[in-house]
């Protein structure tokens, strides 16, 4: 199933408090968030989650990481040149070599050689290592390895979602505040590397169904770098366990009603969700206004912990993180920026029907206020199944209805739709162009060779071995379509008609946020990196995954 579609994941429950968000001295917004019930927090394993989703790029993120090197990694002089073909041939998967690249930086793959032992490791580890004293590096590009320069693996940058690590969402505070975390990341690991220091890299805090996830957006090197620390947190959270002793927990629970129905239930729900993890043995008791938990599972009191958040409610605070200025449409530059929140606000997750588009802009009860999460969400639902039908006056006029205030989370979200509307039209434009001039052209499909003969109005007429076919321009087939609007893309060659391209394969019935990533991150080789930065969090959208997630499965 191509694309992302993050298992689990549940609607969480949004309250205000005292009729409006509360926010922090620093000004930052407070939610009270009631999460709902997931399997990550207890999981032992810490599992990232590479937003490119085809069989290709699984195989590759498996052997990046759990491949281990053997005997054939001993090198004494072995040319560069070969370690393509040998991971190729090791790891059975699809490995390139960016030579044009190469030798504009000077590099000489059959001159450039390298010794030592890099078995018994990771196959990441192993690479690293080994390109670590020339400029290379590698990175995954189109569902391939590709061996590059550095400097064009700052353009081919990789999108990933960390799940936090167990010891800190759970950290028994009743409060989300992840910014110290993101702070840490971003001056611990490449600090020149984020579009705070004029780099490329991002870290977008989103909050989905009550459990934070950071969505980085950086080089493969560094992703090394964040993974690895995030992994060793999670993983430490457990060492109390190891002992075999029991743990002690201490949750406090100031309503004496929840506090009495956790003592009495909570041991019970928890055992028989856990089934092979259940602790029979574990107590569930009150402790003046806290619930106290004892156990030898860390996976109980992940549970247990999760169910009491979910009773109890839990404070999100908006983090802060560095958004770039809105990029034109044209190419080149943009203006500059400033620190907005990037949090997707919790709320529930049902697709958008491919509806009928409104007529009208929606009325006050389609209209969301900055203090209603759940009303701005089916909001943005009516707009994308209005941009799914192509009608974009319709998806403007809803997205301009919503009532922002001066959340600065939500601000930035419908940024992105409003230049996510901008970008679908455009494309139905350019496909538009692409069409006029294909009359007389011939298009390569697989082994196959057409020739348009004629376009008028609705109407295709085409030649296919040599046999000409007459057919409406609504039914002709989508590999077709695809190859006369690609063909034009390659000889108009602007890259900012990639934005358009990716835009549009969010937009057809059946999403495809790996199609629109491939699309975007060709425009950023181009130089359009900043609409590609701009338009990249949209694959992890709440209102898009649900709607690809659907349509994938009933393929």
């Known amino acids: 199933m191509a694309g992302l579609i993050l298992h689990g994941l549940q609607p969480a429950t949004v309250a205000q408090a005292g009729g409006g968000e509360p926010t922090t001295p620093t000004g930052r917004t407070e939610r009270l968030v009631y999460p709902q019930v997931t399997r990550a927090p207890q999981e032992r394993e810490y599992q990232p989650i590479p937003i490119e989703d085809s069989e290709s790029a699984k195989a590759i993120w498996a052997a990046l990481n759990g491949h281990k090197t053997t005997e054939v990694f001993k090198f004494d002089d072995k040319p560069l040149r070969q370690l393509v073909s040998l991971v190729e041939d090791t790891c059975q998967i699809k490995v390139q070599c960016d030579y044009r690249a190469m030798d504009a930086a000077g590099l000489d793959v059959d001159a450039t050689t390298v010794s030592g032992d890099f078995s018994n490791m990771t196959l990441r580890s192993a690479l690293r290592r080994i390109l670590q004293h020339t400029d290379m590096t590698f990175t995954v590009v ?21 799940p936090l690590p ?63 620390f995030l992994r060793r947190l999670h993983e430490r959270s457990f060492a109390d366990f190891d002992g075999g002793c029991s743990v002690l927990r201490i949750h406090h629970v100031d309503d004496a009603t929840q506090r009495a129905d956790l003592v009495a239930s909570l041991k019970d729900l928890c055992n028989a969700a856990l089934s092979d993890h259940a602790d029979e043995r574990a107590t569930v008791s009150a402790l003046g206004e806290s619930v106290v938990i004892l ?73 969301a206020s900055p203090f209603d999460p759940a009303a701005i969400e089916r909001a943005l639902q009516v707009a994308y199944a209005a941009i799914r039908n192509g009608d974009f006056d319709a998806a403007s006029a809803v997205i301009d209805s919503v ?41 390569e499909i697989g082994d196959r060779v057409i020739v348009i003969v004629e376009i008028d109005g609705e109407q295709i007429v085409f030649r296919d071995s040599s046999k000409q076919m007459s057919m409406r321009l609504d039914e002709l087939p989508a590999e077709i379509d695809r190859a006369i609007i690609e063909q034009w893309v390659g000889r108009d060659g602007r890259a900012a008609n990639h934005l358009f391209l990716g835009a549009s394969h969010l937009a057809r019935d059946r999403p495809s946020p790996t199609d629109a990533l491939r699309e975007w991150r060709r425009a950023a080789s181009a130089g359009e990196s900043d609409g590609m930065l701009l338009l990249y969090p949209l694959v992890m959208d709440s209102v898009i995954v649900p709607v690809e997630a659907a349509t994938a499965a009933s393929q």
């Open 166 to 228: 167990c010891g800190i969402r759970e950290a028994g505070n009743h409060v989300i505040d992840v910014q110290s975390l993101i702070d840490l990341v971003q001056n611990a690991f490449a600090a020149d590397s984020w579009q705070q220091t004029g780099g490329s890299g991002s870290i977008s805090p989103i909050l989905t169904g009550g459990e934070v996830i950071l969505f980085v957006i950086q080089t493969l090197d560094v992703h090394h770098q964040v993974e690895a």
């Open 142 to 162: 189109d569902d391939v390895l590709l061996f590059t320069t550095v400097d064009v693996a700052q353009v081919h940058l990789v999108g990933v979602a960390y």
């Open 403 to 443: 009532v922002v205030g001066a959340d600065p989370a939500i601000r930035a979200r419908l940024d992105r739709w409003k230049r996510f509307t901008v970008y679908a039209r455009g494309y139905s434009e350019l496909r538009a162009k692409a069409y006029r001039a294909a009359v007389n052209s011939e298009f």
């Open 295 to 367: 156990s030898q599972s860390a996976e109980f009191h992940g549970l247990a912990s999760q169910v009491i958040a979910a009773v109890t409610g839990i404070r999100h605070i908006e983090p802060l993180s560095y958004t770039p200025g809105i990029a034109g449409l044209s190419t080149g530059g943009m203006g500059g920026g400033g620190f907005s929140h990037q949090s997707v606000p919790a709320s529930g997750w049902q697709p958008a029907p491919l509806a009928e588009s409104p007529a009208t802009p929606p009325t006050s009860t389609a209209q």
